[in-house]
């Protein structure tokens, strides 16, 4: 008991007015904020790369296999950070064994199943084939084995099997498409189904969570892009960089416009919660919200593209430009999603009070494991990128 109290007593000290005593602590922390930041960056990686197959966006061609891989990397590390915030991630098979239709957050298995293996694995083992085959064959040892087990042994690469692997790939990315959607939309679901806490229960949620998705995706593709191009002495192309800001620059637009919907919304509403979510906002949130999330990680960004489309400057300049903006866009997308899941517990329930959040270092919940959950999908993007090169002098004719 009064080690439970000595933990409390930082946090009731920040508390204002009148909560509930299971208000004190907040049961969703950092991990539960980075998990659906990353099925977010993978959402959006995806749904960039269907627009090469979908709708032959030429310039975006340098970009598809980075985009895949980019997307299968995040995937692979999404659900680690709900199962270290569940705990007993060795239970984490059961929910396949025992299925319950009612549970949302259980069924993410299932979507994150459907995802990875009928959708992004297929994607990229039907679009890298051919090229499996080939390089198997100028290879020696362990590397060519490995070449070969992906391509699953296969041997063919007659004109009529790449041609039946690019239809492949077009089906699969059709179904792709709404499968990506679930895949982040479900999430906003999650929260705006709870109808007991007026921050989430929007019908806007999925659909806002969706947009940011695609936004935080594209952004991640163009970083990756002109990080990785220059490392490998390669010249940055700026049809497929221009395309690639448009596009952020565009579906900026939209969210922010679906941001301000949800915000007037709410305001026209103006239930008994308005007054408490007033507090927050100008309180709490000001700096995450306001400064970071409206100011740093949207207008700023959303100006500086602008700006780029009507006056002329040079490459070099713009550059710098595009790659600051996609990093801005970066922090306010994540602190998006700080603000809707750790803002979603700060006020009581009883609409009378604020509590806190404090962060801890060390532990299942600590920083120092959400920042290796955030940097252990790029470890494994150097090691797709290696094995999986998706560069375009590495296709074969």
């Not at 293996?117 to 064959?137: C, G, H, N």
């Amino acid at each position: 008991m009064e080690e439970i109290i000595q933990h409390l007593t930082p946090l009731l000290k920040e508390v204002s007015g009148y909560i509930f005593p299971n208000e004190i602590e907040l049961h969703w922390g950092l991990l539960v904020v980075i998990y659906p930041y990353l099925t977010g960056l993978v959402a959006g990686a995806f749904i960039l790369a269907s627009l090469v197959k979908i709708f032959d966006v030429k310039e975006l061609y340098p970009t598809y296999r980075i985009a895949l891989l980019t997307a299968l990397a995040f995937l692979i590390v999404a659900p680690l950070p709900l199962l270290a915030h569940l705990g007993h991630p060795e239970r984490s098979y059961e929910i396949f064994l025992t299925p319950n239709k009612y549970s949302a957050m259980a069924m993410f298995g299932f979507v994150y199943a459907w995802y990875l293996m009928a959708v992004l694995l297929l994607e990229i083992w039907f679009d890298y084939r051919k090229d499996l085959i080939i390089w198997s064959r100028s290879e020696t040892g362990i590397k060519k084995w490995i070449l070969r087990t992906i391509s699953l042994f296969s041997s063919d690469i007659s004109e009529k099997a790449v041609k039946f692997d690019k239809k492949a790939i077009r089906i699969i990315t059709l179904i792709g498409i709404p499968s990506a959607f679930i895949l982040h939309g479900y999430v906003g679901f999650i929260f705006g189904s709870i109808k007991a806490n007026p921050w989430w229960s929007s019908v806007l949620m999925p659909i806002v969570f969706l947009f940011s998705a695609i936004v935080s995706g594209i952004a991640l593709i163009l970083i990756v892009y002109m990080f990785v191009l220059p490392i490998r002495k390669k010249e940055i192309n700026m049809l497929t960089l221009d395309k690639l800001a448009s596009y952020l620059f565009y579906v900026m637009i939209i969210d922010f416009s679906l941001e301000c919907l949800d915000f007037i919304h709410r305001v026209y509403e103006s239930e008994e919660s308005i007054k408490i979510l007033g507090e927050l906002v100008s309180g709490k949130l000001f700096v995450s919200l306001i400064v970071v999330q409206l100011i740093i990680g949207m207008l700023i960004p959303l100006a500086a593209i602008g700006i780029l489309k009507i006056v002329k400057v040079p490459n070099d300049l713009k550059k710098q430009i595009y790659f600051l903006s996609a990093i801005l866009v970066q922090v306010g997308i994540f602190s998006t999603r700080w603000n809707v899941v750790v803002g979603g517990q700060l006020f009581s329930k009883s609409f009378m009070g604020l509590t806190t959040y404090k962060m801890t270092l060390f532990g299942m919940e600590g920083l120092l494991l959400s920042i290796l959950l955030l940097v252990l999908p790029l470890g494994i993007m150097y090691v797709l990128f290696k094995f999986l090169p998706p560069w375009e002098e590495s296709r074969s004719n």
